[in-house]
């Protein structure tokens, strides 16, 4: 039985509602925003990123980013501002204050065995005046242009960190230095300490060739393991990176320093 026309005048206004709302909710995924941040405010004035690149910083900081590769492009000034502002210097004093909190309680046996072991970059040393001039995080790692600044072995000390450094040695902690740094980087590494005004470091330990390719985790982790088995005990571990610090054996603590620029697995 053929249709009549009502019916098929009610078939084509059902259809055309049915694309309409098909249309719409499209429309609203497709506004849907990749980025989460929009939902903190309706704008996108300077503050709200401001907000959004702070929460963005604690998630770092907390290792619920996990691996993340380069500064989001709107965080760039605020992390500018972070690393040249009071911020970071206040952030390192309380992890510093923390560290000698816990390290001044302890009872050494003084047999020299008694052992807190520091990374560099970024703990001991700061190279932000390399990060000024490359984006602060926000380009991808270029190793030649790096290793180029480290060559140069004038990298700063992190005030807080070299506070704490010579108050460790004060309490009589023994310095194990363990750093990312390649064996070939030695003499600048320690040159550039030296500059920085570090002394007094049981030992220096650098990636050789059987590291290579090894993640943090891994090297720093065997590193410690080593240093174990030689009778060392690790009171305290100070890293800007969670692989400076997780991996078993861990330190008695581990201490976490800032670093928003960049991450290392
Ligand atoms: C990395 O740095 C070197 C030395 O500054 C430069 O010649 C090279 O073009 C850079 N590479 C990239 C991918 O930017
Ligand atoms: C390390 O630096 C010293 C000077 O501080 C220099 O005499 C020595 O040749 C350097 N060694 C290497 C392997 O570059």
């Excluded at 970024?122 to 000024?132: D, I, K, R």
């Excluded at 060559?151 to 005030?159: E, F, G, I, R, T």
């Excluded at 990312?180 to 060739?209: C, H, K, P």
Aim: a negative charge; glycine letters at 6%.
């Amino acid at each position: 039985m053929p249709s009549t026309p009502l019916p098929k005048l009610l078939s084509f206004l059902l259809l055309l509602s049915l694309i309409a709302s098909w249309a719409s909710a499209k429309s609203i995924l497709r506004s849907l925003p990749d980025d989460p941040s929009i939902f903190l405010s309706t704008g996108r004035s300077s503050s709200s990123d401001d907000q959004y690149c702070d929460s963005w910083r604690l998630s770092v900081e907390t290792n619920n980013a996990g691996r993340w590769s380069t500064v989001p492009e709107k965080c760039i000034a605020f992390v500018q501002a972070y690393m040249e502002g009071e911020k970071y210097r206040s952030d390192s004093d309380v992890v510093a204050h923390d560290s000698i909190n816990f390290a001044k309680d302890l009872t050494l046996a003084g047999d020299g065995m008694d052992i807190w072991v520091f990374d560099v970059d970024e703990t001991l040393l700061s190279n932000a005046p390399y990060y000024a001039a490359n984006g602060w995080g926000s380009n991808v790692f270029n190793e030649t242009s790096f290793n180029d600044w480290v060559a140069q072995a004038k990298a700063p000390a992190l005030p807080a960190s070299i506070k704490m450094y010579n108050e460790l040695l004060g309490l009589g902690f023994h310095m194990v230095l363990l750093t990312g740094r390649m064996e070939l980087q030695r003499n600048v590494t320690e040159q550039n300490l030296l500059f920085a005004g570090y002394n007094s470091w049981s030992r220096l330990i650098l990636r050789d060739a059987s590291d290579i390719g090894k993640t943090a985790v891994v090297y720093k982790s065997e590193k410690r393991a080593e240093l174990e088995a030689e009778g060392y005990r690790i009171h305290g571990s100070s890293g800007d990176q969670w692989s400076d610090l997780l991996g078993l054996p861990m330190a008695a603590r581990s201490f976490k320093l800032p670093n928003p620029m960049y991450y290392i697995s």
